[in-house]
Structure formats: C-alpha cells, structure tokens
C-alpha cells in the first residue's frame, strides 16, 4: 500500500512539476472590469491581440465579480442547447503539450445554462472536436466548474488559428429548471499553458541527422553520416502523409503549417527521427 501511494504522489509530483514548467500562452484573469478584458491579459506576444466572445447571447458585462478580480458574463442562453458557446481563438505556433484551465458559474437567483462542453477547432469552425474530460457541470460557485489544467489534443499543438469553445450542451439550468433569457453564465481564469517545440529533439535516433532550414516553408534538407532508403514524414497525430525513396532533400510547400517528424529507414528498420515545423 506504501508503494502504492508512493508511485502515485511521485506521478503527481512529476505532473504538477512538468505544468509549472509550461509557459502561459494566453490567458483571460478580467483585471480591470472593463471591456478591454475581452483581450488576453497574459500570454506571448502572437496573442496579445486575442479575444473572448459569447455567442448567441448578449454582449458580455465584464464589471461583474469573478474568482479574484472581475469575470466574463453574459445573459439570454435561452434555447441554447448545442448553439451557444463562450469561445477563445489562440495561436500555439511553436508550442505542444498544451493545457488549458478556466473557472465557470451559474447565477444563483438568474440560473443559467448547467451543461457545457469543451470543443476545438482548427480550420476556422468548419469542423469541431470534443476534448476528452472536457464535460463541465456548473453551479453557483467557481469551484464545480473548474477545469483544472486539462490536457488538449495533439492537434492543438502548433497552431496559428486554434479556437476552443465551451458549448452549451442541455437547456437545463444549474438548479434543474430550464434557462431563461435571463439566467446568467459567468466565466473565468482562463489559461492555455504549453511548452516550446524543441526542434533538435531526436526521438529514438542513433543516427547523426541534421535538418535544414528548421522551420521549413518550401524545402527541407537531411544531411547524416548514416545509411537510409526509406523516408516517412508524419504529422502531429502520428498519421503518415509520405512515404518513399530516401532522399536528401524534401518538397514541404505543400504541407499546411504545422508540426512534423521525418523518420528515416533502413531495410524497414527505423534508424532516426526528428521533429521539424513547417511555416
């Protein structure tokens, strides 16, 4: 039982360490209570400019009280079920192991929605992709709905347009009854953490390769000592999207922008691997 509980503090440990260790690519804390806090408040430079909207419902107040400072709030979710959300755009170009944090309240006397979902999107809404533990109860408090640092898919890595939405999911509100235009949805501490893409990583690589331009935008080139005559590049869900003759240089042009990895063979046995970002 001590061995138990010992490998699994150290898991923890390990996992908030690792978190601590991540940069806050944008986050919304709503410091001033006014309406320059629908603009990310923390982050890098390339979401300086990023927003928070809410959609289908009224124009956000954000002169009500949140966690700590102030919070996000709009009414008329009404009729919302599967139409209405809160949502984020963010750009993760040059950054993976993403996170994401954010608090959520139900108003007590003006219950709003109680059901939401956390959903991306990469090609600007056409489609979206639920994210797994992404299910969010609200109540009357910032406690019930609080993601707390919730791992996002692979495919939000590396990003110039990732939007992330909290859908509205039933008309049921925080206590059992159905929301009115008047029940009321607050949202808070939103944060997207995430590490920066080390592009010399080698995963699994006996071999001495070197690749360049490292980001690539129209040709990469490989340069070993080693022997190879298979090339596979794969993108950031593991999918293989070529596959052939090795040669030492390769047309990118028409890889959309995003993280890769080429991996390198030798009578079917791979001999080297590394990541490189197309830009």
């Known amino acids: 039982m001590n061995l138990i509980k010992t490998i699994f503090l150290g898991a923890a440990l390990a996992a908030s360490q690792s978190l601590m260790s991540q940069s806050i690519i944008a986050g919304w804390s709503f410091p001033t209570g006014t309406s320059i806090d629908s603009i990310a408040d923390q982050g890098i430079a390339q979401n300086a400019s990023k927003t ?5 419902t009224t124009v956000i107040d954000f002169s009500k009280n949140g966690y700590t ?12 079920n599967g139409t209405k959300y809160w949502i984020i755009d963010v750009n993760t170009m040059g950054y993976d192991n993403l996170h994401l944090s954010s ?19 990469i090609d600007m809404g056409i489609s979206w992709t639920d994210i797994a533990g992404g299910n969010i109860i609200t109540a009357n408090d910032y406690t019930t709905a609080f993601v707390d640092s919730i791992s996002l898919p ?7 347009a990732l939007a992330i939405r909290w859908l509205m999911t039933s008309d049921t509100s925080s206590v059992g009854t159905i929301v009115t235009s008047a029940g009321v949805s607050k949202i808070d501490d939103i944060f997207i953490y995430g590490s920066v893409i080390n592009t010399n990583v080698k995963e699994n690589n006996s071999a001495n390769i070197n690749l360049y331009p490292n980001p690539a935008s129209n040709q990469i080139n490989i340069t070993s000592c080693d022997v190879f005559n298979k090339i596979q590049i794969m993108n950031n869900l ?28 030798n009578n079917n046995l791979i001999v080297g691997r590394q990541k490189f970002i197309k830009r």
């Open 154 to 160: 692979l495919g939000c890595n590396n990003q110039s």
């Open 69 to 80: 400072t102030k919070s996000a709030q709009a009414t008329a979710w009404d009729n919302g």
């Open 238 to 265: 593991g999918e293989t999207i070529y596959s052939g003759n090795y040669k030492n240089n390769i047309d990118v042009s028409n890889l959309t922008n995003g993280l890769y990895i080429i991996q390198l063979m």
């Open 52 to 56: 928070i909207k809410a959609m289908g």
């Open 103 to 121: 608090r959520q309240q139900s108003g007590g006397a003006n219950a709003g929605p109680r059901d939401f979902k956390l959903q991306y999107t």
